[in-house]
Each structure stands twice: as C-alpha cells, then as structure tokens.
C-alpha cells in the first residue's frame, strides 16, 4: 500500500509538505508546481488517503468489506432535475438502489475535479461506487478507478475501459435519416449539442456521427448552413431555428434531424411562429421519448431510449461490482426503436 513517504521521495519533498496538500492545509503556501507533482504522484502511485479507503481496497482482495451501503451519482445537478430524460434515469438509479438497502449520494463535477475535495468526497464520506453521467478528466477517471468501482451512463469516454451501460446513439440516428429518406426527403438538417461547446464537439458528438453515416450512405449532401449547434441550449434551438428560417425562406430543409426531444420542441415552435407547416413544410424527428413529446404540437416523432432501465440496470451492475459479483469492465448496451407520431408522418413524391 502506497505511503505519504512514498509520494514524498517519489516527488523529492518532505512528508510534511505531501501531508499538507493532501488535506488542503492552507496555513503554509505550497507553489502550485509542487501541488501538482504531488497530485500526479497521487494518482500514478495509487495513494489512498484515510483508514476507511484503505480498509475497501484491501478488503477487495481479502473479499471482506466494512460496508457504508452509499453509492455516488456524479451528473450536471441542472441536468438531473430540470431534464426529463435525466431525471428518468435517475429514478431508476434510485428505485434499484434503495431496493437493496443502497442509498444513493450527489455529487458535482467541481466536486471530482478539485483534487482535495476529491478525496474528501470518495474517502470521508466512505462511497463504495461510483455512477457517472457527466464528463470529467480523462487523469480523474484514471485515479477513481484505482480506489472504487466506476460505471458510466450516456457515456463519452468509448475508448476507456470502464463498465458502462448505454444505447447505440449513432445507430439510433442513423435510422431516423433511413426512415426520412424513406418518406422520400432528401434536404435534411441536423439540430444537437456536442462533447463541449465547440463545433468540433459538436461533430465528435455520437448522434451527429450517425446523422453523418445516414446521409452519406443514402448519397445526400450535408449542408452546413443547416447544421445547428444548440450546446444542448432549448432558446438556442428556438432562436437558432428562426434565424434559419428568415434568413433562407426559399430554401430549407424538409426535415430537421434532432438529438434530443428538448432540441426539436423548441425548433418546432420557432417553426409554427414562422407560419411553417410541420409535417407539410418541415418534419420533425427527436430523440429520448419523454413524456412530453407526446403532448407537443404536433406529436413529435421520437426515439424510444429505455430511460428507466438504463439508470436501473447502471444501478445493478455498479451493487454487483461492489460486492465483488462482477470484476470485468462490462459494457450493456440497451435497446431502442422509433416511435412515429404527426411531426414526421407525411410521404413526400
């Protein structure tokens, strides 16, 4: 088990100084290049920092626990309560978790990416696993998963090995361009957010990737000037969309590709302000089928993302990887289909 004094002669600092920035001690100045080699060392050596902490990692391989029941949920708090599809997953998390006598602790991004706070959070407060929704540091990731079980949902990080359970987002899109080619559009746009705030997040986002791939097999040109970037905004679908709209009223797609059912709601209101028809002028395909979309104006065309379960299978798997019932980094993917309502549902000749 790594020691202080390891980290110390690791970094070439005396132990008092390891000891001082591990605990956030602010009554002596530690330059920030030396806090930082300390951090590194942290999570290259694989420290932990307290008695509780210790007793889990030692206790995977003596296959004995001193239980805390607490699992954490790490997603944007804004997220998880105001955004229907979220805070489906969330109830699920939640239903499976108490079930077994889990109780389920919230914890912010700034939370795992300040490193004191960090160890506070995973170590005192005594969290056996982790649910994460939210993108954080590749170097946090890293250093979570050498202390407790990880699984991530509506996940970013494909590339990293970590048990995750997700839908095939790219797929999922990619049918809805089949479909829209089908009923015989052939200018279609895309309305979404990406990985960050930049339209090259925008592009390395799963949904427009499978946008992409639809397009190009069907042989039809992407246009950028129908290419909206929302950065998962409702006002900015809404006013994005009628700019759009007066800017080229003799030439628009006839349908709009969106990733998210919020996304295609508001563009559809700035759509009917404008005095467009949907489906007549303008289709309409979302993603997520929350319970809203039912009761838009019209019905929006959806995909069916199984919401619930994913947040009670995520649940399952990380109560599993905790009590040492799986070891392997599984990945689930979930099943979803289109769900064809008014907004879409016009044969164009």
């Known amino acids: 088990m790594t020691r202080l004094k390891d980290i110390a002669e690791h970094v070439g600092v005396s132990i008092s100084t390891v000891s001082r920035v591990i605990q956030n001690d602010q009554t002596r100045n530690v330059n920030q290049e030396t806090k930082a080699k300390i951090w590194e060392a942290v999570k290259e050596l694989g420290y932990v920092p ?27 708090p804004i997220q998880a309560e105001m955004n229907p599809y979220f805070a489906t997953i969330y109830t699920g998390i939640r239903d499976a978790l108490a079930k077994n006598d889990y109780s389920l602790v919230s914890i912010t991004k700034d939370e795992l990416e300040n490193e004191a706070l960090l160890l506070k959070t995973i170590h005192e407060l005594g969290i056996e696993g982790l649910l994460l929704i939210d993108q954080i540091d590749c170097s946090i990731i890293d250093y979570i998963q050498q202390t407790i079980p990880l ?45 960050n705030e930049t339209l090259e997040g925008l592009y390395a986002e799963h949904r427009f990737k ?69 489906p007549d002028d ?53 099943p979803f289909e289109l769900v064809l309502r008014e907004s879409s549902n016009i044969k164009r000749t």
């Not at 509780?52 to 699992?71: D, F, G, Q």
């Open 50 to 76: 307290n008695k509780h902490a210790r007793n889990l990692v030692a206790n995977k391989k003596e296959k004995t626990s001193i239980r805390t029941m607490k699992i954490g949920w790490v997603a944007n």
């Open 151 to 195: 699984v991530g949902l509506d996940f970013f990080y494909t590339d990293k090995n970590i048990a995750t359970v997700d839908y095939d987002r790219e797929a999922a899109v990619k049918m809805v361009v089949q479909y829209l080619v089908e009923q015989g559009h052939e200018e279609i746009g895309f309305i979404g957010g990406g990985m």
């Open 210 to 278: 499978g946008f992409q791939q639809g397009m190009e097999e069907a042989g039809l040109a992407i246009r950028p000037e129908w290419i909206i970037h929302t950065k998962w905004k409702m006002e900015n679908s809404y006013e994005k969309m009628g700019t759009l709209i007066k800017e080229q009223p003799q030439h628009l797609p006839t349908a709009m590709v969106c990733a998210s059912d919020l996304m295609a709601i508001a563009a559809m209101r700035a759509a009917r302000e404008n005095e467009l028809r949907i």
């Open 282 to 334: 303008i289709a309409f395909f979302g993603v997520d089928n929350i319970e809203i979309s039912n009761y838009s104006s019209p019905q929006l065309s959806t995909v069916e993302i199984p919401k619930y379960e994913m947040g009670r299978m995520a649940a399952k798997t990380i109560m599993e990887m905790v009590e040492g019932k799986i070891t392997l980094p599984i990945k689930m993917i979930l």
